[in-house]
């Protein structure tokens, strides 16, 4: 696949569509989440995030779903490719630019799906910012009230992720599992907040969410 245009990384991104009901979109998380995606990113990707960085998609955020696929690319892929690195947050505050400024303009609202809708506000819930980090629990907490009864428990899920995310902003001021790779100390406290594996991020599903993965 040789990817160029937005519509490459949205085919790519969204293509398990919630038409297949709870159990493909618990699926399609755990893609999402649990780096079910890196291999086939860090092998069509790159070179499409590298032309991101220098600004050469910045007509892509005209658009509502070109917009998506432009935040995608500098927080999703970018996270991917550089894992591991500083690199890998060195496009948030450009992702979480895009977002508010898409949510100003009407094309967060333009979104069809609480999929598509949570990847655009996605570079909010991993700011380090605390108001960014309120938005992304208030949009997050509007999706769950407003889905259908099929995904509701799975965007509850992600509104409970966005708040644990808000709360350990509230307490550290940052994302203390950043801190080892940003070359920043970290104190006492998140310290033993690391040792105690019990990291937002890398909660697992629920059980009547994961019930789901068990039959793959």
């Keep these: 696949m040789k990817a160029e245009g937005f519509e490459d990384v949205l085919r790519f991104w969204f293509k398990s569509r919630p038409s297949g009901g709870q159990a493909a979109m618990v699926r399609a998380w755990e893609w999402w989440f649990r780096s079910g995606a890196d291999a086939d990113i860090i092998k069509h990707f790159s070179p499409l995030l590298e032309r991101a960085k220098q600004g050469e998609l910045d007509t892509w955020s005209s658009e509502p779903r070109s917009r998506l696929a432009l935040i995608i690319v500098l927080d999703q892929f970018s996270r991917t490719i550089h894992r591991g690195t500083a690199q890998a947050f ?21 979104l069809e799906t609480p999929w598509e809708k949570t990847f655009f506000f996605l570079p909010l819930g991993h700011s380090e910012n605390i108001n960014n980090l309120e938005l992304a629990v208030k949009l997050a907490l509007e999706l769950a009230l407003e889905a259908s009864i099929e995904y509701r428990a799975l965007l509850e899920f992600s ?15 940052r994302h203390p599992h ?21 990291l937002v991020h890398t ?10 993965l068990s039959n793959t």
Excluded: W
């Design 90 to 110: 060195a496009q948030d505050s450009k992702a979480c630019t895009l977002t508010k400024e898409g949510i100003e303009v009407g094309h967060y609202a333009a």
């Design 159 to 173: 509104f409970e992720q966005a708040r644990g995310h808000r709360d350990a902003i509230t307490r550290f001021g």
């Design 178 to 198: 950043r801190n080892e790779v940003l070359g920043r100390q970290s104190t006492p406290e998140e310290l033993e907040y690391l040792a105690s594996g019990k």
């Design 203 to 212: 909660r697992p599903m629920p059980p009547h969410l994961s019930q789901f």
